[in-house]
Protein backbone atom coordinates (compact mmCIF):
# COMPACT_ATOMS: atom_id res chain seq x y z
CA UNK A 1 0.00 0.00 0.00
CA UNK A 2 1.30 3.67 -1.03
CA UNK A 3 2.32 6.29 1.93
CA UNK A 4 -0.59 8.09 1.10
CA UNK A 5 -2.98 4.96 0.94
CA UNK A 6 -2.24 4.37 4.44
CA UNK A 7 -2.38 7.99 5.48
CA UNK A 8 -6.05 8.22 4.22
CA UNK A 9 -7.24 4.94 5.67
CA UNK A 10 -5.92 5.63 8.83
CA UNK A 11 -7.52 8.61 8.85
CA UNK A 12 -10.82 7.62 8.02
CA UNK A 13 -10.70 4.52 10.31
CA UNK A 14 -9.21 6.64 13.30
CA UNK A 15 -11.63 9.77 12.51
CA UNK A 16 -15.24 7.70 12.83
CA UNK A 17 -17.59 8.84 15.33
CA UNK A 18 -18.24 6.81 17.23
CA UNK A 19 -14.95 4.49 16.46
CA UNK A 20 -15.28 1.40 15.14
CA UNK A 21 -12.50 -1.08 16.06
CA UNK A 22 -10.83 -2.53 12.54
CA UNK A 23 -7.98 -5.22 11.71
CA UNK A 24 -4.86 -4.12 9.40
CA UNK A 25 -4.29 -6.92 7.22
CA UNK A 26 -0.53 -7.56 6.65
CA UNK A 27 0.91 -8.99 2.94
CA UNK A 28 2.55 -11.91 5.63
CA UNK A 29 -1.20 -12.93 6.67
CA UNK A 30 -0.77 -11.29 10.24
CA UNK A 31 -3.81 -9.09 11.49
CA UNK A 32 -3.19 -6.55 13.35
CA UNK A 33 -6.76 -5.67 15.68
CA UNK A 34 -7.32 -1.97 16.71
CA UNK A 35 -9.99 -1.95 19.13
CA UNK A 36 -9.50 1.74 20.44
CA UNK A 37 -7.20 4.67 20.01
CA UNK A 38 -5.08 5.80 19.99
CA UNK A 39 -2.57 5.72 17.12
CA UNK A 40 0.06 7.27 16.24
CA UNK A 41 1.54 7.53 12.49
CA UNK A 42 3.37 9.86 10.23
CA UNK A 43 5.72 9.17 6.65
CA UNK A 44 3.93 5.36 6.27
CA UNK A 45 4.97 3.83 9.53
CA UNK A 46 1.99 3.72 12.38
CA UNK A 47 2.33 2.60 16.14
CA UNK A 48 0.15 1.63 19.58
CA UNK A 49 0.31 0.27 22.51
CA UNK A 50 -2.07 -3.04 22.71
CA UNK A 51 -3.70 -2.59 26.12
CA UNK A 52 -6.11 -4.81 25.63
CA UNK A 53 -3.09 -8.02 25.30
CA UNK A 54 -0.02 -7.84 26.75
CA UNK A 55 0.42 -4.03 26.64
CA UNK A 56 3.26 -4.14 23.75
CA UNK A 57 4.21 -1.52 21.19
CA UNK A 58 2.65 -2.93 18.05
CA UNK A 59 4.34 -1.19 14.74
CA UNK A 60 3.14 -1.36 10.93
CA UNK A 61 4.88 0.07 8.11
CA UNK A 62 2.38 0.96 4.45
CA UNK A 63 3.98 -1.56 2.59
CA UNK A 64 3.21 -4.44 5.29
CA UNK A 65 -0.34 -3.42 4.65
CA UNK A 66 -2.90 -5.11 2.40
CA UNK A 67 -6.29 -3.85 3.80
CA UNK A 68 -7.94 -2.06 6.77
CA UNK A 69 -11.53 -4.15 7.43
CA UNK A 70 -14.35 -3.29 9.70
CA UNK A 71 -13.71 -5.61 13.15
CA UNK A 72 -16.51 -7.96 12.93
CA UNK A 73 -18.04 -9.53 16.24
CA UNK A 74 -17.18 -13.20 15.53
CA UNK A 75 -13.37 -12.00 15.30
CA UNK A 76 -13.43 -9.77 18.54
CA UNK A 77 -14.05 -12.78 20.49
Do not use: C
Not at 6 to 30: A, D, I, Q, S, T
Amino acid sequence: MSKKEFHNRLVEYMHREPFVPFVVKLRGGLEIVIKKPPVVWDDGAASFIDLDGDGALVEFLHYQVKSFEVLHQETAA
